[in-house]
Each structure stands twice: as structure tokens, then as C-alpha cells.
Nanobody
Framework: QVRLVESGGGSVQSGGSLRLSCASS????????LGWFRQAPGKEREGVAG???????SYADSVKGRFTISQDNTGNTLYLQIDSLQPDDTAMYCC????????????????????WGQGTQVTVSS
């Protein structure tokens, strides 16, 4: 099993920044792709950024240039740097891990991910 725990969410004003973290434990060595997803009230969960163990990244068009996904050298911690936050970014942000080597498209598809964290709330006020 793989356990994922997010942190770093909070309430910020429009234009602000946050850095989300996702700590993995357990059998994380079986995972080859990691991702960040978000879900706003009344909306579907959507992929915003993904990264493979080899470093390939993928971003949703709505966040390109503002979100940066990265992982530490051990591969046990995943980050999401969020800049220029907007009210539309308000959502519960969850990290996820997949056993598969996913394509750029696949990194943003929730159906391909096997393990999920509980999420951290991001609220942006105008």
C-alpha cells in the first residue's frame, strides 16, 4: 500500500502563492507517476499537474505558467508551487500516485491513478 498525505493549503488573497506538499510512505517504490488534482464544489475532479519518475511533467492549460510540479531527490515528497492564485483556483487539492508510466495526457487523468491522499484545501479570495 501507498500512503499519501498532503499539506500546505490555506486561505490567500488573489495574486498570492502557496506551496503544497505530498509526503508518500509505504510501498511508494511501486509508483512511477505522480499527480495533483483538484475538485471545487459541484465540479468534477480535474488533473492540474503530473510528473513521472523520469522527470517528465504535464500541466492543464488553465494552470500553465502559474503551477509548477516537482519532487525531491528521494522521490518521497511531491510539491506543487502555485503562483498568481485566482479565485477560480479555490478547491480541495489532492495528490495521487500511479503504478504506470503515464503519457503527458495520462498524467492528468484521474482514472489512471491508483492511490490518493485526503487532500488539502486552497481558498482564494478576491
Amino acid at each position: 500500500q501507498v500512503r499519501l498525505v498532503e499539506s500546505g493549503g490555506g486561505s490567500v488573497q488573489s495574486g498570492g502563492s502557496l506551496r503544497l506538499s505530498c509526503a508518500s510512505s509505504g510501498d511508494s517504490y511501486v509508483t512511477n507517476s505522480l499527480g495533483w488534482f483538484r475538485q471545487a464544489p459541484g465540479k468534477e475532479r480535474e488533473g492540474v499537474a503530473g510528473i513521472r519518475r523520469d522527470g517528465r511533467t504535464s500541466y492543464a492549460d488553465s494552470v500553465k505558467g502559474r503551477f509548477t510540479i516537482s519532487q525531491d531527490n528521494t522521490g518521497n515528497t511531491l510539491y506543487l508551487q502555485i503562483d498568481s492564485l485566482q479565485p477560480d483556483d479555490t478547491a480541495m487539492y489532492c495528490c495521487a500516485a500511479s503504478r504506470s508510466h503515464l503519457s503527458a495526457w495520462g498524467l492528468l487523468q484521474k482514472a489512471y491513478f491508483d492511490y490518493w491522499g485526503q487532500g488539502t484545501q486552497v481558498t482564494v479570495s478576491s
